[in-house]
T-cell receptor, first 113, second 116 residues
Framework: AQSVTQLDSHVSVSEGTPVLLRCNYS??????LFWYVQHPNKGLQLLLKYTSAATLVKGINGFEAEFKKSETSFHLTKPSAHMSDAAEYFCVVSTSGTYKYIFGTGTRLKVLA | KAGVTQTPRYLIKTRGQQVTLSCSPISGHRSVSWYQQTPGQGLQFLFE???????NKGNFPGRFSGRQFSNSRSEMNVSTLELGDSALYLC???????????????FGPGTRLTVT
């Protein structure tokens, strides 16, 4: 069975400081992992994905994530937050043959001026 | 390439009615998935279609159904609407040829359904 746990429902950071959004997953087989962002009243946009290649994945807008199999984690980071990063972020797991994504409950990121 | 489009964007229905939502995938994408997003339950998987066949479905009652046409466009239908069906319904498309998990999904803007 697959599952995703996003450890923080809300995260607040000051503009210019680092961002860390935490995600742990459970999957019976080698998973693919994704991070999506959703701005208010918008659809979801793919930030980055892990598909068993490099464990450190770089995405759009300066975000990156590291796949750690031993810790079953896929945390999202950004060195310096920008006001435009304020949004909800979803960690997603998918396993071959299941044809579906399993979404985490989301982390709402607030960026303070 | 045009993105995933969903129509209508907003919909208001009354309890007991039925509704049909439409999704046009990115050109060349043959897999279409549907999700329901609510504040209480988050994003929940409804079903996935590939080449007109449903390959997987989530844990929703039979009132929720879908189909896919030969041009990969998809519709989902909800019959006998309940207040709890009020949600943002998101459609996503992907290449999804072999069920490989690395094919990312591209999401449409969603249809906001309000049931009164």
């Amino acid at each position: 069975a697959q599952s995703v746990t996003q450890l923080d429902s809300h995260v607040s950071v000051s503009e210019g400081t680092p961002v860390l959004l935490r995600c742990n997953y459970s999957s019976s087989y080698s998973p693919s992992l994704f991070w999506y962002v959703q701005h208010p009243n918008k659809g979801l946009q793919l930030l980055l994905k892990y598909t068993s290649a490099a464990t450190l994945v770089k995405g759009i807008n300066g975000f990156e994530a590291e796949f750690k199999k031993s810790e079953t984690s896929f945390h999202l980071t950004k060195p310096s937050a920008h006001m435009s990063d304020a949004a909800e972020y979803f960690c997603v797991v998918s396993t071959s043959g299941t044809y579906k994504y399993i979404f985490g409950t989301g982390t709402r990121l607030k960026v303070l001026a | 390439k045009a993105g995933v489009t969903q129509t209508p964007r907003y919909l208001i229905k009354t309890r007991g009615q039925q509704v049909t939502l439409s999704c046009s995938p990115i050109s060349g994408h043959r897999s279409v998935s549907w999700y329901q997003q609510t504040p209480g339950q988050g994003l929940q998987f409804l079903f996935e279609y590939f080449s007109e066949t449903q390959r997987n479905k989530g844990n929703f009652p039979g009132r929720f159904s879908g189909r896919q046409f030969s041009n990969s466009r998809s519709e989902m239908n909800v019959s006998t609407l309940e207040l709890g069906d009020s949600a943002l319904y998101l459609c996503a498309s992907s290449l999804g040829n072999t069920g490989k998990p690395e094919y990312e999904q591209y999401f449409g803007p969603g249809t906001r359904l309000t049931v009164t």
